[in-house]
């Protein structure tokens, strides 16, 4: 049964206050999604716990991922349960739940594996609100904006999401620095203001569609896309004597089965009366083409953003005179040309779009993406800082000129019963590319590393004085470790060798192996050898997503 409008006609009054609260919710979410990253050594620290001990690895990959996989899977469902019980009832709660579980992470009570544990299941509770935020919306714009608008106001509610993953980055290295539970901390102000906030003001001003829950469409699109996402995190570890686990059965398994359950999501959603997603609307050229979209340069960016990280804190940076532990403050500072371009361009690309179409600005935005993942592929690994700027700056607002407009197109494209679960699949896309990315990218560089890295250890340490049964230890062990000690702030010559080994050296050489340069220059050539392969695949992905958006074609805007 449908219901008509709930409330009076919009007004221009609430329209705004619709965009100010949505968009304080997408700048929470996204900064709570990137501002752990930068914060890990600090959290792990504090909680007495070694990420990078061989049993340790799985507790810092799902620190990572945890809140990207549920972010994933469960947009789509809850979209379409805001269809039909009321966007704002589900974005409402969505506010709620995540500023109680960002108190609960404050308030980590355990240590070591248990503090891990805890603070992973309640980002999982976290990434379950963030999703109910994400998943209504730009829903809950579509509906409040008329159809003129629409691009300005999409532009500004995806540019401040876009904008918070990178801020996140330089937010948690402020406030690792003074205390790792201020990380959560910040949260929880913005959580509680608000949710009030959304309480007060917001109302229903789309059409509900009761119906009853696919529940069979339900739970194997939420099974089978968890599956397919974790065990990509697990294809990242050691198995087996490989440096990656792309062989394990349970990997394997895990992938066949997801797309076993995946397919069967399709077959059901083509039966039932009422399903979860209407799978006609891929047979919108405008929704299609620009999800298609939306998924490849998901997967570009993500890659993009974990490689430039670790290539700013475990080469870079030391380079040029940095501490290693304060690595992860000063890459979330240096990457800030890349927020400024999604500050520059997603407002006015959005605004612009409404009166010229989508198609222009997505996919100019797209070469210039495309553009800046070449430029990145062939600056040498020592590379001046202007120009490095220059192609993050140029990134940042390639990608705010494509992401403002693609979402007003997709948006607009599908008609107003159907914009939640609209909704949810666009961020499904996106968050799915960001795993995706990280699954995909890090596995293309540890091989890398596997086949270089082993014999430039070993000669690097022996030539140091450090003795060779050592040096064939630490070289043989899963280049992953050294990848995350570099990631996490650590020296990884000093975590790999630790305490007794360096003190059996003279002193001389224990100051080379310990200082700035020595890791960085050891693992330059692998590390550029693995770049290559990343950046000339995440430029191909943004060429193919250029080709979809100018498939996009022209649609009629629904009011």
Do not use: C
């Amino acid at each position: 049964m449908s219901a008509a409008v709930l409330d009076p006609p919009k007004t221009d009054r609430y329209k705004w206050v619709a965009l100010s609260n949505t968009t304080l919710g997408m700048l929470m979410a996204t900064i709570d999604g990137s501002i752990v990253i930068i914060s890990l050594p600090a959290i792990f620290r504090g909680i007495g716990l070694d990420p990078l001990a061989p049993g340790n690895i799985g507790y810092l990959l799902w620190m990572i991922m945890g809140y990207l996989l549920v972010s994933a899977v469960l947009v789509v469902a809850l979209g379409r349960l805001g269809d039909m019980f009321g966007r704002v009832r589900m974005y409402n709660s969505g506010f709620l739940i995540f500023a109680l579980a960002s108190i609960a992470l404050s308030f980590d009570p355990f240590h070591a594996a248990g503090g891990a544990l805890w603070l992973i299941g309640w980002r999982i509770v976290q990434a379950f609100g963030g999703a109910m935020l994400t998943a209504n919306s730009a829903a809950i714009l579509t509906d409040a904006f008329p159809a003129r608008q629409r691009g300005m106001a999409l532009g500004i509610n995806q540019m401040t999401a876009l904008a918070g993953q990178f801020l996140g980055l330089l937010l948690g290295g402020l406030l690792a620095a003074w205390d790792w539970r201020a990380v959560f901390w910040v949260s929880v102000p913005v959580g509680v203001v608000g949710t009030i906030w959304s309480y007060r003001s917001l109302r229903e001003t789309g059409e509900r569609h009761r119906a009853p829950v696919d529940w069979a469409g339900n739970v194997t699109f939420a099974a089978g896309t968890a599956l397919i996402l974790a065990s990509m995190t697990y294809g990242i570890q050691p198995y087996g004597g490989h440096p990656t686990g792309w062989t394990s059965p349970r990997v394997l398994g895990g992938i066949g089965l997801g797309v076993a359950l995946l397919i069967a999501f399709v077959v059901i959603e083509s039966r039932v009366a009422h399903p979860m997603f209407r799978l006609a609307l891929f047979k919108v050229r405008a929704f299609a083409a620009g999800n298609l979209a939306a998924l490849l340069v998901a997967v570009a960016r993500g890659g993009m953003q974990f490689m430039l990280i670790i290539w700013l804190q475990g080469i870079w940076l030391p380079l040029h005179g940095y501490k290693f532990e304060d690595t992860p403050l000063w890459a979330g500072i240096f990457m800030l040309p890349l927020t400024a371009g999604f500050l520059i361009a997603g407002p006015v690309s959005g605004y612009l779009s409404d009166r010229f179409g989508a198609r222009l600005f997505s996919t100019t935005g797209l070469l210039l993406v495309a553009a800046a993942f070449a430029g990145l592929l062939l600056i040498p690994i020592d590379f001046p800082y202007p120009l490095f700027a220059s192609l993050l700056l140029l990134s940042g607002l390639g990608q705010g000129m494509f992401s403002a407009p693609n979402t007003a197109a997709i948006m607009s494209s599908v008609p107003a019963g159907q914009r939640g679960v609209a909704s949810g699949m666009r961020s499904t896309f996106q968050n799915a590319g960001m795993s995706l990315s990280i699954g995909v990218f890090f596995s293309l560089m540890v091989a890398g590393l596997a086949r270089a890295l082993p014999e430039t250890l070993t000669s690097g340490l022996t030539a140091q004085g450090v003795p060779p049964d050592v040096a064939g230890h630490v070289a043989s062990l899963p280049p992953v470790s050294t990848l995350f000690a570099a990631f996490l702030g650590s020296n990884p010559v000093e975590h790999l060798l630790g305490g007794p080994v360096l003190a059996a050296l003279p002193p001389q050489n224990v100051a080379t192996l310990t200082g700035h340069e020595f890791f960085p220059h050891l693992i330059a050539t692998p590390f550029h050898d693995g770049l290559v392969v990343v950046f000339g695949a995440a430029t191909i992905m943004t060429l193919l997503a250029t080709v979809a958006s100018a498939s996009r074609g022209r649609h009629v805007r629904q009011q």
